[in-house]
């Protein structure tokens, strides 16, 4: 598995948990704490939660707080505290999204592995714009207003260049259902184009494609999901990204995570070998050559 670039989102992960396991380490309530530093309760929740970042001052005071003075030990924490305070490139995007997919739109930026499943359609970091476009729900409950639409797609197209461009791109394995490749998403000349751009980006090494045929029988796995993985060396758990039709959510608990990975190997179990299934992914694009006009 790759080593990428440490960004903010994982300096952030690895300070909470250092910062959590050191306040539980010196038997110190949240209440405690949160009085001792003249703070609210939920500002500290939210920062042993990483839905914020910390100042480096607050860190110092924090660690002194728990006892922990070894200096290289405090100076470690102090560099993931600015590390989590840096400013990524997805950052002007966070008031535009749900801030589940702000949040996993950060952790994909730095993952080493990422695993789709996808039921109905194509990952987001596969799509070809016009596929983007089309797929973008416009109604239902996670549906994007029209003035939101075309933003969105540009998010979609910087999160490409960014994770799958850079200098050390993350392993990408991708489970499609059969039913991707036939849904007629934007029409037959988008869906060509899909299924020809995602054969291409077979040829890359780091990109594998499975697909979960129609003969494999019935599959109760109605959601996309995303396993996301990080290097070792990142000290950060593995999280799964969770998208239905009512929630959008990142899932932390490392026995939901471990779940979720049961699953997608049973999946890849039950799929084509990549050879054949971008033999299937030309196959259809061909199918779709044939259509009359």
């Not at 939210?46 to 728990?66: Q, W």
Request: proline share 6%.
């Amino acid at each position: 598995m790759p080593a990428r670039h440490e960004g903010p989102t994982i300096g952030r992960r690895r300070l909470r948990a250092v910062l959590r396991r050191a306040r539980e380490a010196a038997d110190l309530t949240q209440d405690y704490v949160a009085r001792q530093m003249d703070w609210s309760l939920s500002k500290l929740i939210r920062i042993e939660s990483g839905s914020v970042s910390i100042s480096t001052n607050d860190v110092k005071a924090l660690l002194d707080l728990y006892g922990v003075r070894d200096h290289q030990q405090v100076q470690e924490l102090v560099e993931l505290a600015r590390a989590a305070r840096r400013r990524a490139w997805w950052s002007s995007y966070k008031d535009q999204v749900p801030p589940a997919y702000a949040a996993y739109i950060g952790l994909e930026a730095e993952a080493s592995a990422l695993q789709y499943f996808q039921p109905i359609s194509f990952p987001g970091l596969l799509q070809t714009e016009a596929y983007a476009r089309a797929v973008i729900p416009a109604d239902g409950p996670h549906h994007v207003p029209a003035a939101e639409i075309e933003g969105r797609v540009q998010i979609r197209l910087a999160r490409q260049h960014e994770v799958l461009y850079g200098a050390d791109p993350p392993d990408i394995e991708v489970i499609l259902d059969e039913a991707a490749l036939r849904r007629m998403t934007g029409g037959p000349r988008v869906l060509r184009e899909q299924l020809q751009h995602v054969a291409k980006m077979c040829e890359s090494t780091h990109i594998t494609v499975r697909v979960l045929p129609f003969t494999a029988g019935s599959n109760t796995i109605l959601g996309p999901f995303v396993i996301l993985r990080f290097a070792e060396q990142a000290e950060t758990d593995d999280v799964v990204y969770v998208e239905s039709a009512l929630v959008e959510e990142i899932v932390d608990r490392p026995a939901d995570v471990q779940s979720y990975q049961h699953v997608f190997d049973r999946l890849r179990a039950d799929s084509l070998p990549p050879a054949e299934s971008l033999a299937l992914l030309h196959r259809t694009a061909r199918q779709l050559d044939e259509r009359p006009a």
